[in-house]
């Protein structure tokens, strides 16, 4: 359960915040863009901790300053230290405050549990471990809701199932050329959390930017696969990126789609294509090209 309104495109904001200026603040393009964001149509924001080193939640948090009757919602998520890769009970909570002094907020509606690849399972849930210091930040009313955001499909099972968790983020698994996080999706839904389906684009490739796929370059069968998905959108009047923003929009299990978001126009443009009619039709005839071969292997 989310427990606040989203809208069918969320807003990701790992690019927001760069490059730094000399002293370390964020780039000033920043702050066009945030302002973007806060008065873009999309309800939810997306940032981390980590993103630009803190730089994205200090350019939110100044934009908001500036435009305080925004309206939208600004959701969070703890990171593992960066220099030494901890991630306990004290960590969680650190990164909590880190990101609350930034935002200007002294309370989050939804905090995750982001990219917990530094520790085991095993650690997180122990006495003193990551999941104690998001339950206290729950239990104290300082976050609304908490969640897991990563990845790998088996480490992010073994959290979904644990039950200890109100939403799932997950990213690049569920896109036009990698369906593999349909039966976690499901799993989240049956247990009755929210589900956040972030890189609809896969990165660049499906956005037709480049050809790497989850953060890897594409082998030469999935950009051929590509390329037929490409002349199938366009027998249908349809760009690629318009097919892939709307294969996620159109799961019901989905309640919003995770978008980054890197220029102040790109927030019009997202809008547009969400907006953009898709026939039905297309749908199996992208299904009669056979499964894409993902370069995701977990």
């Known amino acids: 359960m989310i427990g606040f309104p989203v809208s069918p495109v969320s807003l990701g904001t790992s690019f927001l915040g760069n490059p730094a200026q000399p002293d370390g603040s964020p780039a000033p393009e920043s702050a066009a863009l945030a302002l ?3 008065t873009g149509p999309s309800a939810v924001i997306d940032t981390s901790n980590n993103y630009a080193a803190g730089r994205s939640e200090t350019a939110l948090g100044l934009a908001r300053r500036a435009f305080p009757e925004h309206g939208k919602t600004i959701v969070t998520k703890v990171d593992a230290d960066a220099g030494t890769g901890r991630f306990d009970r004290d960590r969680v909570w650190r990164s909590f405050e880190e990101s609350t002094a930034r935002l200007g907020l002294d309370r989050l509606p939804l905090l995750h549990l982001h990219d917990p690849y530094t520790i085991t399972v095993e650690e997180a849930f122990a006495p003193g471990g990551a999941v104690q210091g998001l339950r206290e930040l729950k239990e104290q009313g300082l976050v ?7 990845g790998e499909i088996a480490l992010m099972t073994r ?11 997950t990213h690049n698994r569920y896109t036009l050329v990698d369906r593999r996080a349909e039966p976690l999706i499901a799993e989240a839904v049956a247990r009755g959390m929210g ?3 972030a890189a609809p684009f896969g990165g660049g490739l499906l956005a037709g930017r480049d050809t790497r796929y989850a953060y890897r370059e594409a082998s030469p069968e999935l950009l051929a696969w590509v390329d037929r998905a490409r002349d199938v959108c366009a027998g249908f009047g349809l760009s690629l990126p318009v097919a892939a923003l709307h294969f996620s929009l ?7 789609t995770v978008v980054g978001i890197g220029r102040v126009e790109r927030v019009a443009d997202l809008e547009a294509m969400r907006t953009s009619p898709v026939p ?4 199996p005839a992208l299904d009669a090209l056979g499964t894409p071969p993902s370069t995701i292997e977990d």
């Open 250 to 256: 159109r799961n019901p299990d989905i309640d919003s």
């Open 36 to 38: 973007a964001l806060l």
């Open 144 to 150: 609304g809701a908490i969640g897991v955001a990563a």
């Open 280 to 283: 039905a039709e297309l749908w």
């Open 195 to 197: 589900v956040f389906n």
């Open 159 to 169: 959290y979904v199932t644990s039950g200890a968790f109100d939403v799932l983020l």
